[in-house]
T-cell receptor, first 113, second 119 residues
Framework: AQSVTQLDSHVSVSEGTPVLLRCNYS??????LFWYVQHPNKGLQLLLK??????LVKGINGFEAEFKKSETSFHLTKPSAHMSDAAEYFC???????????FGDGTTLTVKP | EAGVAQSPRYKIIEKRQSVAFWCNPI?????LYWYQQILGQGPKLLIQ????????DSQLPKDRFSAERLKGVDSTLKIQPAKLEDSAVYLC?????????????????FGPGTRLTVL
């Protein structure tokens, strides 16, 4: 069994300030973890992925996430927010063996000028 | 490379009618997924195919939903009859064949989705 909890349904930051989107997971297996972004009326786009290599993962657009097994967390961060970062973000846990993926309910990121 | 294609992009029907969605995955991707995304929620997996076989359909409401992937390429998802609560975006995704080898075999590529409104 596996599950994902995104701890904040909405996050609001000012442009140029750091971004932190929190994600905790539960998995009976060694998980793969992903962050996807969804802009309004657009498809889901992969930001970054963890697949049992380095625990600090760098993605596109300056985002990164750190896999912490002891805390079962995979939080997404960015040092400086841009207006274009405003979107819905989904944390995903996947069973490496079966390929089944479970999405969190999403975090809406608002970036204020 | 071409992405995952879906059609139609939008569909409005009345309850009890039937509707079908089509998906063409990225060439060479053996795994195909259908998700339902209700407004304000994350995508929920409905069915997963590996080539033309079903891997997981545990969350597919089989009394009204059906899906097929003939020849292991494109796929069709059908709802018959539709209910009001079926209003959602239906997402199709594809990925490389799952397995070992160190590659990103669970990375899914998503289509733009079909927005269904049931009145």
């Amino acid at each position: 069994a596996q599950s994902v909890t995104q701890l904040d349904s909405h996050v609001s930051v000012s442009e140029g300030t750091p971004v932190l989107l929190r994600c905790n997971y539960s998995s009976s297996y060694s998980p793969s973890l992903f962050w996807y972004v969804q802009h309004p009326n657009k498809g889901l786009q992969l930001l970054l992925k963890y697949t049992s290599a380095a625990t600090l993962v760098k993605g596109i657009n300056g985002f990164e996430a750190e896999f912490k097994k002891s805390e079962t967390s995979f939080h997404l961060t960015k040092p400086s927010a841009h207006m274009s970062d405003a979107a819905e973000y989904f944390c995903v846990v996947s069973n490496i063996n079966a390929g089944k993926s479970t999405f969190g309910d999403g975090t809406t990121l608002t970036v204020k000028p | 490379e071409a992405g995952v294609a879906q059609s139609p992009r939008y569909k409005i029907i009345e309850k009890r009618q039937s509707v079908a969605f089509w998906c063409n995955p990225i060439s060479g991707h053996a795994t195909l997924y259908w998700y339902q995304q209700i407004l304000g929620q994350g995508p929920k997996l409905l069915i997963q195919f590996q080539n033309n076989g079903v891997v997981d359909d545990s969350q597919l409401p089989k009394d009204r939903f059906s899906a097929e992937r003939l020849k292991g390429v494109d796929s069709t998802l059908k709802i018959q009859p539709a209910k009001l609560e079926d209003s959602a975006v239906y997402l199709c995704a594809s990925s490389f064949l799952t397995g070992g080898g160190g590659r990103s075999y669970n990375e899914q590529f998503f289509g733009p989705g079909t927005r269904l409104t049931v009145l």
